[in-house]
């Protein structure tokens, strides 16, 4: 996305899972250094990585419709089953885990300290959002020993993986060296690989400040005053890139479902609104439009942004032409260039200047599924430049960390529509105007200073809320964490909020720690908060 990673194909990174499992699977007993029977480690840790944003998107998918990112799918009626999350859960347990673990104890033999740290980051990381979404899930009996590994608790698990990101940074000091393109993420870069090691931190702590705030406060405050590097721009994140190959097909989840002639899901009407009423730029970014009229319902006396409100679980009319689909941030589709009707003059910076009104009175463009339209080659934002910023301006609002919650907000909003701005440009799109983040910005500010102590808060939760798109994960972290932004009612609610995720029914089924009280334990993950929910 930024000048300094390069995009790394997809098809090379298939390729690498494949190798890697046949490396795997493979034993030659004559010891041929052809065929090494040690684990090739830079095959297993670009595998892992591809592992984890691969399987990430079930669980992604879950918390964008639970957040009313998405305006479709069961978790947007808050229902969910057995199967709505079995194939991230066995993904990363038969998968991810496993190679993780392989890459510690092998590298560790081998005093290969850079594969060895990385590979407990991530782990650390991986960890982390599994007990985020589910809670008590398998940690220290996990990896592939264990045939019906105990489930550990959540709070333990977390305590585990503070002193796993600690490890893994005194690792690095034994030495780092770790070849460039089996590094997916940061391409062997140290420097980088500590500064998610420490952003990850910082998240976690401020993950546990309702439960924990004293310990919350005293590690963030550590953090910011013992000088350790943080993500401090977008060269920075911790970002997953796709790529544009069709087959294998390596584009981005959301753009495959959306730039098919059979395309599934609904753009959600409550972000669509917010981002109109907030004369947000970034609607043209994240949303494009099939049809210039297009309206609820399949009608014809819209503005083009058909979508659905959340809860709405009617069936689906003939509208695969016309319903809006996913724009060019973050799956790098298209970007929408048409007139929308009904903006006014109180639109300033989502305005119609320069705008294209379409070839007919009813049509506007409809996406072709030729190379043309958009690359795919989207980003999956997992810990950021702009997040770290949220981040610290929470902290700064709710546990006096000492910062300037103003200024963190601002900057966080500026990279993040920087980093908007940089994919649209880089992906057939149109960058945002300098003048529109500068006024943005400054709007924004001014809305800040105008707000009381919680209108603070809530104008900071709402635009991370916004920024969040393209991450459901945190995003449904932070609504659970803070009740904020408020949703919209559902149209028509399936069961109650849901605390955790689903547990994927086969491991209920065949786990004997659990299969005994499978169905009270799978019921309490939608009644239950997770530990440093209060």
Partial sequence: MNGTHRPISFLVAFVLILTTSACKKFVDINGDPNNPTEPNLSLLLSGTQVSIAGNFTGINSGGSAVVQHWGSGNLNRWDQSGGTFSSSWSGFYTGAIPDLETIIKTGTEQQQWGYVSIAKLQKAYLY?????????????QAGGTYTDPVFDKG????????????EALADMEKGFTVTSSADLFYQGSKERWQRMAYSLKLKMFNQIRLVDPARAEQGIRTLLSSGVPLMTENAHDFTFRYGSNVTPNSRHPWYINSYNTSRSGYMSMTLINRLKQQDDPRLRYYVFRMRSNAGLANATNGDGYYGRYPGDGAASPADHS???????????????????ATLTSAN??????????????????????????GTGAGILPLITNAMVNFIRAEAALTLNTGEDARKLLLDAVTAQLTSVSTLSASNKGNAIPATTITGFITRLGQQYDAADAAGKMQLLMMQ??????GNGVEAYNDYRRTGLPQLEDLVSPLDTFPFRFYYSETEMTSNASVIANRDAVQRAQQLTPVFWDK
């Fill in 155 to 166: 709070q333990d698990i977390y305590n585990s993986l503070f002193t796993l990101i600690d």
């Fill in 348 to 373: 300033q910076l989502l305005n119609n200047e320069g705008a294209s009104a379409g070839t007919t009175a009813n049509s506007f463009r409809i996406a072709l599924f030729t190379s043309g339209d």
């Fill in 464 to 469: 991370k809320w916004i920024a969040l798109y």
């Fill in 322 to 340: 016309t319903r809006a689909i996913s724009g060019i941030y973050p799956a790098a589709g298209l970007y929408d260039n048409g007139t929308i």
């Fill in 128 to 140: 982390s959002i599994m007990v985020d979404v589910w809670g008590d899930i398998p940690y220290t």
